[in-house]
């Protein structure tokens, strides 16, 4: 009768009290009977076994036999038998039994209406009284399509749900923190680890700089012994002659002769002559040991100070400045840090600014780079990237198109698509029109896929190839990607998809590969008999087909098959067509910068970037600026980004750029907004500087994507040549083969070109007769 007699003591009410009174206050689960047995503690405070069993458990081995309440602190003696042996919590355990009757006797009423039991609707989510209630919960309604339940079972139910999904949480929170207590002891264990193999490595360094030491020391020994020796040998010298000069003074008080004592002053003279060499040391005490300018010592603190740099899992932020040193050995001049450096800078490229003059002459020939993909972001990080593997900084770095002296900006939506693709856009700055998304040559209103409508000629766009042609220039192309890919297709295909390289869904419609082939101008063109008579088939590495795309420029030192360089096929482009002496139009494309971004892979689309770069100045070399209009531009952007966390200047471009203030993790100072590289990198280590510039390392994207998509902001035009000034402001993108063909006198604007020419001529006839005749006549030879 004890358990009752403290029930009728106590004499609580079910209503007076909630469950948290049941409930352990240190693991905020609920009493029972099994693993959160209620203990009560000798300082009246009650925590469930488990507790107790874990914080016995974590105390040292000094405190074996006591531990501290989670609630006071007081200092707990442990029984013989454990936690175990602790005293059950009565009062709880009565509680427990008395709230387990009251919720089996509970059912719950109408406040109203007391013999009502309240009811539950589970279409609806609420509760009633029938009597209470009207409409179609109402007393003696039809509910229909509820589903109604007494409000008892439907609380046994929703309290089953949330003890389920509690359980659920908890079980998760106790996983969750088992892997943090192993993460914990395994941190423990690694950085002990690590302070072994720092102390082990630093030793060796140790014993190397000792054994140097004492090297060093032996050496200036023996130095040291030598000379001094040297100079022991001429002092004895010196003293023995200084005894024989002294027997000499002595003796002359003993000669009478006044001869005598003139021939003995006549032999001092020239004994002292004599020993004029003997006086002078033979050797010098000059020993010095330079560390602040030896060029070894230079080098063994640049190796300390990478030393152990394959240690930057450890993520602090000071780690950080170890990834900088990777990239480049320059640091920033004390000139850059005063106001005169900045301002002499502005004031050159000002006067140089004020110097330049545009150039009004007809373009003899036309060079179009197109860097497939490079917009704004691939341009920066491929010039921090081209300086970089110069051993500079990098951000100084220019690129060769940089130095040209007109930039603008292009606009590269398509007439269906914010965001276009590189067949629409070809379309744009080959045509000068814009089109719908994957069509090649063709007006808008070809729609993608819709063979039917490409057939009619009238909606066929010719290429400024096509008009150079008709003016007898010689044209061509020059890309690293297939022959008929969407790029170098633009040049001469008139097609509804990009995709019917090879086949069309229907035969009204002929393929990129026929178009070239069988249409203007391929028709006119026996290719394999011309490329033989070149005499460049012999010419190993200058093959003119491949089957595919060319490799990647990053690739190429693992390939034992050679393939010519972009660099080269641009001047072996140029020493064939500058033969035509009324000019050429040539097209060359660095494709395959574009393809490494769709698969997120960085460095191998820097590495085709400065590829292009070098192609372009080779050009330069091979042309006359004064008469070659040379345009670098894209067709679109990537999800490209260059960011990083406010990194040092001449950080690795390629490598790590911070650490996240969120999970405290490393990150690449190159990302993408989508793409493959959402796969290969997780967020549960830190990534190394090692990993990042490894060439086949995709770089981080934000969005799971099999292949990475095009960006749709604008893309630079840097022009240099004859009427380059016309590329200045934002243009449209369809803007471009205008002004090309504006300064070449070839396309819509021939006719106004040729009289606009012609009024220059009329103005400089008043200047200079004989400037008019010299024009003239390149004029003739041009046209």
């Known amino acids: 009768m004890t358990s009752s007699t403290l029930v009728e003591t106590v004499s609580i009410d079910y209503e007076d009290f909630s469950e948290s009174f049941l409930t352990c206050g240190t693991c905020l689960c609920t009493y029972d009977g099994q693993e959160h047995t209620p203990k009560l503690l000798p300082c009246s405070h009650t925590v469930c076994r488990s507790c107790l069993e874990r914080i016995a458990a974590g105390n040292g081995v000094r405190d074996a036999?006591?531990?501290?309440?989670?609630?006071?602190?007081?200092?707990?003696?442990?029984?013989?038998?454990?936690?175990?042996?602790?005293?059950?919590?009565?009062?709880?355990?009565?509680?427990?039994?008395?709230?387990?009757?009251?919720?089996?006797?509970?059912?719950?009423?109408?406040?109203?209406?007391?013999?009502?039991?309240?009811?539950?609707c589970e279409t609806c989510d609420c509760v009633f009284c029938r009597v209470c209630t009207t409409g179609a919960h109402?007393?003696?309604?039809?509910?229909?399509?509820?589903?109604?339940?007494?409000?008892?079972?439907?609380?046994?139910?929703?309290?089953?749900?949330?003890?389920?999904?509690?359980?659920?949480?908890?079980?998760?929170?106790?996983?969750?923190?088992?892997?943090?207590?192993?993460?914990?002891?395994?941190?423990?264990?690694?950085?002990?680890?690590?302070?072994?193999?720092?102390?082990?490595?630093?030793?060796?360094?140790?014993?190397?700089?000792?054994?140097?030491?004492?090297?060093?020391?032996?050496?200036?020994?023996?130095?040291?012994?030598?000379?001094?020796?040297?100079?022991?040998?001429?002092?004895?010298?010196?003293?023995?002659?200084?005894?024989?000069?002294?027997?000499?003074?002595?003796?002359?008080?003993?000669?009478?002769?006044?001869?005598?004592?003139?021939?003995?002053?006549?032999?001092?003279?020239?004994?002292?002559?004599s020993l004029n060499a003997v006086m002078e040391p033979r050797e010098n005490a000059f020993l010095k040991y330079e560390h602040d300018h030896n060029s070894a010592s230079s080098d063994i603190e640049k190796s300390l100070r990478e030393f152990g740099r394959k240690m930057n899992f450890l993520v602090l932020a000071s780690v950080l400045a170890a990834f900088s040193l990777g990239s480049c050995q320059r640091t920033t001049t004390d000139d850059e840090k005063t106001a005169k450096y900045w301002e002499q800078d502005g004031q050159k490229n000002l006067y140089a600014s004020l110097r330049l003059l545009k150039n009004e002459k007809v373009a003899k020939n036309v060079i179009l780079f197109l860097g497939d993909g490079m917009g704004m972001t691939t341009v920066t990080a491929t010039r921090i990237y081209k300086g970089q593997k110069k051993r500079e900084r990098g951000e100084e770095e220019l690129l060769t198109f940089d130095q040209f002296p007109y930039v603008s900006l292009s606009k590269t939506y398509?007439?269906?698509?914010?965001?276009?693709?590189?067949?629409?856009?070809a379309t744009a700055y080959l045509c000068g029109v814009k089109a719908n998304y994957g069509t090649i040559g063709v007006d808008g209103r070809v729609e993608y896929e819709n063979c039917e409508s490409s057939v009619d000629p009238s909606t066929h766009v010719p290429s400024i190839l096509e008009w150079a042609q008709d003016k007898g220039k010689w044209t061509g192309f020059v890309t690293t990607t297939r022959v008929t890919h969407a790029t170098p297709a633009g040049t001469y295909a008139h097609i509804a998809s990009r995709n019917w390289e090879s086949s069309t869904p229907s035969p009204k419609c002929q393929d990129i590969a026929y178009q070239l082939?069988?249409?203007?101008?391929?028709?006119?063109?026996?290719?394999?008999?011309?490329?033989?008579?070149?005499?460049?088939?012999?010419?190993?590495?200058?093959?003119?087909?491949?089957?595919?795309?060319?490799?990647?420029?990053?690739?190429?030192?693992?390939l034992t098959k050679e393939y010519p360089t972009l660099p080269e096929m641009v001047e072996a482009a140029?020493?064939?067509?500058?033969?035509?002496?009324?000019?050429?139009?040539?097209?060359?494309?660095?494709?395959?910068?574009?393809?490494?971004?769709?698969?997120n892979w960085a460095k191998k689309a820097l590495e085709e970037?400065?590829?292009?770069?070098?192609?372009?100045?080779?050009?330069?070399?091979?042309?006359?600026?004064?008469?070659?209009?040379?345009?670098?531009?894209?067709?679109?952007?990537?999800?490209?980004?260059?960011?990083?966390?406010?990194?040092?200047?001449?950080?690795?471009?390629?490598?790590?750029?911070?650490?996240?203030?969120?999970?405290?993790?490393?990150?690449?100072?190159l990302g993408y907004h989508n793409g493959p590289g959402y796969k290969k990198n997780s967020r549960d280590r830190n990534l190394t500087e090692e990993e990042a510039v490894e060439t086949e390392f995709r770089q981080d994207?934000?969005?799971?994507?099999?292949?990475?998509?095009?960006?749709?902001?604008?893309?630079?035009?840097?022009?240099?040549?004859?009427?380059?000034?016309?590329f200045h402001g934002v243009h449209e993108q369809s803007y471009i083969p205008y002004v090309m063909g504006y300064a070449s006198c070839v396309g819509p604007n021939q006719d106004v070109c040729n009289a606009a020419m012609s009024v220059v001529l009329t103005r400089s006839s008043a200047l200079l007769s004989v400037a008019i005749a010299l024009f003239t006549y390149k004029w003739n030879v041009f046209y």
Do not use: W
Not at 81 to 88: E, K, M, S, W
Not at 144 to 170: D, N, W
Not at 204 to 211: G, P
Not at 574 to 597: M, N, P, Q, T
């Open 517 to 558: 082939i069988h249409n203007k101008p391929g028709k006119d063109m026996h290719i394999m008999e011309q490329f033989l008579a070149l005499g460049m088939a012999t010419k190993p590495g200058t093959s003119l087909f491949h089957s595919d795309h060319l490799p990647y420029v990053a690739e190429r030192p693992n």
């Open 701 to 726: 994207s934000l969005f799971p994507m099999l292949y990475e998509t095009h960006g749709a902001e604008d893309v630079p035009v840097y022009a240099k040549g004859p009427y380059a000034h016309l």
């Open 414 to 425: 398509g007439i269906d698509r914010q965001t276009s693709d590189s067949a629409n856009t």
């Open 138 to 273: 109402g007393n003696g309604t039809e509910s229909g399509q509820h589903t109604v339940i007494p409000f008892s079972i439907a609380i046994k139910r929703m309290s089953e749900i949330l003890l389920y999904k509690a359980h659920l949480c908890i079980s998760k929170l106790n996983k969750a923190a088992e892997n943090v207590n192993d993460e914990i002891t395994k941190l423990d264990s690694t950085a002990e680890e690590t302070f072994e193999a720092i102390n082990q490595s630093v030793q060796e360094i140790t014993t190397v700089l000792e054994q140097r030491r004492s090297e060093l020391i032996e050496m200036v020994k023996k130095l040291k012994n030598t000379k001094k020796k040297i100079l022991e040998d001429q002092l004895s010298i010196i003293e023995s002659e200084k005894e024989k000069v002294q027997l000499q003074c002595n003796g002359l008080q003993y000669q009478v002769e006044v001869r005598n004592i003139t021939n003995r002053i006549s032999d001092l003279n020239k004994k002292l002559d």
């Open 574 to 599: 140029i020493k064939v067509l500058r033969k035509e002496e009324k000019g050429f139009v040539l097209l060359v494309e660095g494709g395959k910068i574009d393809i490494a971004h769709h698969l």
């Open 65 to 120: 036999g006591s531990f501290r309440c989670p609630i006071c602190r007081e200092t707990i003696p442990l029984p013989r038998g454990g936690v175990n042996a602790l005293p059950p919590s009565f009062l709880v355990n009565q509680l427990l039994d008395l709230m387990s009757r009251q919720r089996r006797e509970v059912i719950p009423k109408c406040s109203l209406h007391s013999t009502q039991e309240l009811l539950f």
């Open 609 to 669: 970037g400065v590829e292009f770069d070098k192609a372009i100045e080779t050009a330069q070399q091979l042309t006359d600026p004064e008469e070659t209009l040379i345009v670098v531009t894209a067709d679109h952007s990537h999800t490209f980004t260059v960011g990083g966390n406010y990194q040092m200047r001449g950080t690795n471009i390629l490598g790590i750029g911070g650490v996240s203030d969120v999970d405290n993790k490393t990150f690449t100072t």
